[in-house]
């Protein structure tokens, strides 16, 4: 850490702070994203996650990964700065003033581009919100925080957990249903929604309204302005069976918008998707051998002692306070549940509303809001002891669990996706007539070369 010198801190994240600092060698500006490290073995393999994925990230469109180490009780992640900040706060900004098309296009094209690479390595970000989506100051996109990122392989798509933002997750994982590339495209859509609107596409007052939207597909069309390709798109991305929505291989490559968006991107940024299955495919014996062996090694050890980084940045912190339903509420927790209010999305500015719990306005929307339809078996039993939070926030969702919502998440949560693997109902009136396996990927077996990059990464130091 000697490396560095701290120019500020930049924010305070769910896992730890996040920190502007300079190489004192190049001069150049990194963040350094610090993590709690948990004492828990199984804890601390998942906190380690986020570095080596990240670090095996190398794309135009993605943070860029410089190095990682440890000291005392922290993982510290330097990785590129984007000093454009966030495309929540541009989006923020912008106020009423309508983003040009060409902008969306080309921020859109980009943030495929580095999402497409993602998927190439069979891994999913599961986190894609515009508030993981940075700017550098020449207006480049960057997909980053990849704290909830996860190796995928076919069993994992029936995994029981999901880790998530509530306003961004796709249908599949309210439903218990299989995950894959698909629910990326569909929090992807989510952006591309509020870069044409300024607004969130599933605006809703309580949990459950939120989710019935979205495992309804119901959002308010673009306005009739815009360009027909694009209301196609998001039509397409919002898909409610992830067979029918397209992945990013074909929205960059056969879909209608494919050409307006090539014209938007530098030819490197565009892989080709066998290129990608050559370099970067897992399998689950792969998998396995990973797993391994971030459990038996850590990263780089370092202290921090002399260094300028060490002033104020051990002092302790407490785990961010988790607001619950009291617990015995007084109305049934479905009808609470109901009449909650969500964190309005109103001009993308809501999710600072925490939930305080039931108000006297909650009581008052009760009267107001009914429901037009009862939601599924399913759905109730998720929301039936789910915790009141934002909804904007990053959340464990844990799917078949007497615990369906955790979160927002202020330590590294288990992501046990080697549990029993839940049966999968297919629910066959929602499959519509262009359902398309060839085009999820994920399901090939194909040698990797990640162990390589991982055991080059430890046995440097
Ligand atoms: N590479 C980066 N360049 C510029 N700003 C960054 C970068 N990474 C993170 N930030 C900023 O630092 C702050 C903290 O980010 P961090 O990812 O640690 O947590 P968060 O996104 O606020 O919360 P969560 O942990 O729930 O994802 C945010 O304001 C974010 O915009």
Same mark, same amino acid.
């Given at each position: 850490?000697?490396?560095?010198?701290?120019?500020?801190?930049?924010?305070?994240?769910?896992?730890?702070?996040?920190?502007?600092?300079?190489?004192?060698?190049?001069?150049?500006?990194?963040?350094?994203?610090?993590?709690?490290?948990?004492?828990?073995?199984?804890?601390?393999?998942?906190?380690?996650?986020?570095?080596?994925?990240?670090?095996?990230?190398?794309?135009?469109?993605?943070?860029?990964?410089?190095?990682?180490?440890?000291?005392?009780?922290?993982?510290?992640?330097?990785?590129?700065?984007?000093?454009?900040?966030?495309?929540?706060?541009?989006?923020?900004?912008?106020?009423?003033?309508?983003?040009?098309?060409?902008?969306?296009?080309?921020?859109?094209?980009?943030?495929?581009?580095?999402?497409?690479?993602?998927?190439?390595?069979?891994?999913?970000?599961?986190?894609?919100?515009?508030?993981?989506?940075?700017?550098?100051?020449?207006?480049?996109?960057?997909?980053?925080?990849?704290?909830?990122?996860?190796?995928?392989?076919?069993?994992?798509?029936?995994?029981?957990?999901?880790?998530?933002?509530?306003?961004?997750?796709?249908?599949?994982?309210?439903?218990?249903?299989?995950?894959?590339?698909?629910?990326?495209?569909?929090?992807?859509?989510?952006?591309?929604?509020?870069?044409?609107?300024?607004?969130?596409?599933?605006?809703?007052?309580?949990?459950?309204?939120?989710?019935?939207?979205?495992?309804?597909?119901?959002?308010?069309?673009?306005?009739?302005?815009?360009?027909?390709?694009?209301?196609?798109?998001?039509?397409?991305?919002?898909?409610?069976?992830?067979?029918?929505?397209?992945?990013?291989?074909?929205?960059?490559?056969?879909?209608?918008?494919?050409?307006?968006?090539?014209?938007?991107?530098?030819?490197?940024?565009?892989?080709?998707?066998?290129?990608?299955?050559?370099?970067?495919?897992?399998?689950?014996?792969?998998?396995?051998?990973?797993?391994?062996?971030?459990?038996?090694?850590? /990263?780089?050890?370092? !202290?921090? @002692?002399?260094?300028?980084?060490?002033?104020? $940045?051990?002092?302790? #912190? &407490? =785990?961010?306070? +988790?607001?619950?339903?009291?617990?015995?509420?007084?109305?049934?927790?479905?009808?609470?549940?109901?009449?909650?209010?969500?964190?309005?999305?109103?001009?993308?500015?809501?999710?600072?509303?925490? /939930?305080?719990?039931? !108000?006297? @306005?909650?009581?008052?929307?009760?009267?107001? $809001?009914?429901?037009? #339809? &009862? =939601?599924?078996? +399913?759905?109730?039993?998720?929301?039936?002891?789910?915790?009141?939070?934002?909804?904007?926030?990053?959340?464990?969702?844990?799917?078949?669990?007497?615990?369906?919502?955790?979160?927002?998440?202020?330590?590294?949560?288990?992501?046990?996706?080697?549990?029993?693997?839940?049966?999968?109902?297919?629910?066959?009136?929602?499959?519509?007539? +262009?359902?398309?396996?060839?085009?999820?990927?994920?399901?090939?077996?194909?040698?990797?070369?990640?162990?390589?990059?991982?055991?080059?990464?430890?046995?440097?130091?």
């Amino acid at each position: 850490m000697e490396t560095y010198s701290l120019l500020k801190v930049i924010g305070e994240g769910s896992f730890g702070r996040a920190l502007l600092v300079r190489c004192k060698s190049s001069n150049a500006k990194y963040v350094v994203k610090e993590i709690q490290l948990p004492k828990n073995r199984t804890k601390l393999e998942n906190s380690r996650r986020e570095a080596i994925l990240l670090s095996r990230m190398k794309h135009p469109n993605i943070v860029a990964f410089r190095e990682a180490f440890e000291a005392e009780d922290l993982l510290c992640i330097v990785m590129e700065y984007c000093s454009g900040g966030d495309l929540l706060q541009r989006i923020r900004h912008q106020n009423t003033t309508q983003f040009c098309v060409d902008e969306i296009l080309k921020w859109f094209a980009q943030m495929c581009a580095g999402a497409k690479h993602i998927h190439d390595k069979q891994v999913l970000h599961r986190d894609l919100k515009s508030k993981n989506i940075f700017l550098t100051d020449n207006g480049e996109v960057k997909l980053g925080d990849f704290g909830s990122a996860c190796i995928l392989n076919s069993s994992k798509a029936y995994a029981q957990t999901y880790v998530g933002t509530p306003y961004y997750v796709a249908p599949e994982i309210w439903e218990n249903k299989p995950y894959n590339n698909k629910s990326d495209v569909w929090s992807l859509g989510c952006v591309l929604y509020e870069l044409c609107t300024l607004r969130h596409p599933f605006q809703a007052p309580s949990w459950k309204s939120l989710i019935l939207k979205v495992c309804r597909g119901a959002y308010p069309p673009l306005p009739n302005h815009l360009l027909y390709e694009l209301q196609y798109l998001v039509k397409q991305m919002f898909k409610t069976n992830p067979k029918d929505r397209p992945s990013l291989h074909t929205i960059l490559t056969s879909h209608r918008v494919s050409r307006l968006l090539h014209s938007h991107l530098p030819s490197q940024a565009i892989e080709l998707k066998e290129q990608g299955r050559r370099t970067g495919r897992w399998n689950r014996e792969e998998g396995k051998k990973v797993a391994n062996l971030l459990g038996e090694r850590s /990263l780089i050890k370092t !202290s921090f @002692e002399g260094t300028e980084l060490t002033e104020g $940045r051990f002092e302790s #912190r &407490e =785990p961010g306070h +988790r607001k619950q339903w009291a617990a015995e509420p007084s109305d049934t927790v479905l009808q609470v549940l109901a009449n909650a209010s969500l964190a309005s999305s109103d001009s993308m500015a809501s999710d600072n509303q925490a /939930l305080t719990g039931v !108000s006297e @306005e909650s009581k008052d929307s009760r009267q107001r $809001r009914q429901w037009e #339809r &009862e =939601p599924p078996e +399913r759905l109730l039993s998720l929301l039936e002891k789910a915790r009141l939070n934002r909804a904007f926030s990053t959340f464990l969702i844990n799917r078949g669990d007497d615990d369906p919502l955790v979160g927002p998440l202020s330590q590294p949560q288990r992501d046990s996706t080697d549990g029993p693997e839940p049966e999968v109902a297919v629910d066959e009136d929602r499959l519509q007539p +262009r359902s398309d396996d060839e085009d999820t990927d994920f399901e090939e077996e194909s040698p990797c070369d990640w162990i390589d990059e991982v055991e080059k990464m430890f046995s440097k130091h």
